[in-house]
């Protein structure tokens, strides 16, 4: 499993964790969580260890932001 897009520990039940998250938020919720994760990862880029990976982590956010923005 790609740990970037669908880590071990988000995808352990039958729901993805951030599926649930998308139908539990409305639409300004969902665009505002995705702001945060964008905002949480790139704040810590350096402090755990692997910066590329939060970086990534980052951009993923950023592409789901773009795609409910479009």
């Excluded at 499993?1 to 409305?26: F, R, S, W």
């Excluded at 590329?52 to 592409?63: G, I, P, R, S, T």
Aim: contains cysteine.
């Amino acid at each position: 499993m790609n740990e970037i897009t669908k880590p071990k520990h988000y995808t352990q039940g039958k729901v993805e964790c951030l599926d649930a998250i998308d139908v539990m938020l409305e639409e300004n919720s969902r665009i505002d969580f995705y702001h945060t994760q964008i905002v949480k990862y790139i704040w810590r880029l350096r402090d755990k260890g692997c910066p590329l990976k939060d970086a990534k982590k980052a951009e993923f956010y950023l592409c789901r932001l773009i795609e409910k923005l479009s």
